[in-house]
């Protein structure tokens, strides 16, 4: 089972990226989905999650109105819009998957992460 992030890379303040997490190995058409990310030197924070037909979201409150989380299940992948970029989304994000529909925000709900990809915004 492996989820591969990708999509990161280096973006100036108000620019836009997509992020892609492809799951292999198995499905997770059954399964909630998120992003995570990790600053240096701080834990690892919730920034979006997707229920498991993509009915349901949420998303943290710093990223609101300006990231989508979406998923295609029949590419077994799911998606992290980020637009109007700032300095301090800068970090490692995260995709997981939980073991049931909706994972929520909390990262012990999520029991499958991928090996993360680099996000760094310019000011």
């Known amino acids: 089972v492996q989820l591969q992030a990708s999509g990161g890379g280096l973006v100036q303040a108000g620019g836009s990226l997509r992020l892609s997490c492809a799951a292999s190995?198995?499905?997770?058409?059954?399964?909630?989905m998120g992003w995570f990310r990790q600053a240096p030197g701080k834990e690892r924070d919730f920034v979006a999650g997707?229920?498991?037909?993509?009915?349901?979201?949420a998303y943290a409150d710093s990223v609101k109105g300006r990231f989508t989380i979406s998923r295609d299940n029949a590419k077994n992948t799911v998606y992290l819009q980020m637009n109007s970029l700032k300095p301090e989304d800068t970090a490692v994000y995260y995709c997981?998957?939980?073991?049931?529909?909706?994972?929520?925000?909390?990262?012990?709900?999520?029991?499958?992460w991928g090996q993360g990809t680099l996000v760094t915004v310019s000011s």
């Open positions: 997981a998957a939980a073991r049931r529909p909706w994972g929520g925000d909390e990262a012990k709900m999520y029991h499958y």
């Open positions: 190995g198995r499905t997770f058409s059954n399964n909630g």
């Open positions: 997707v229920s498991w037909r993509g009915g349901s979201t």
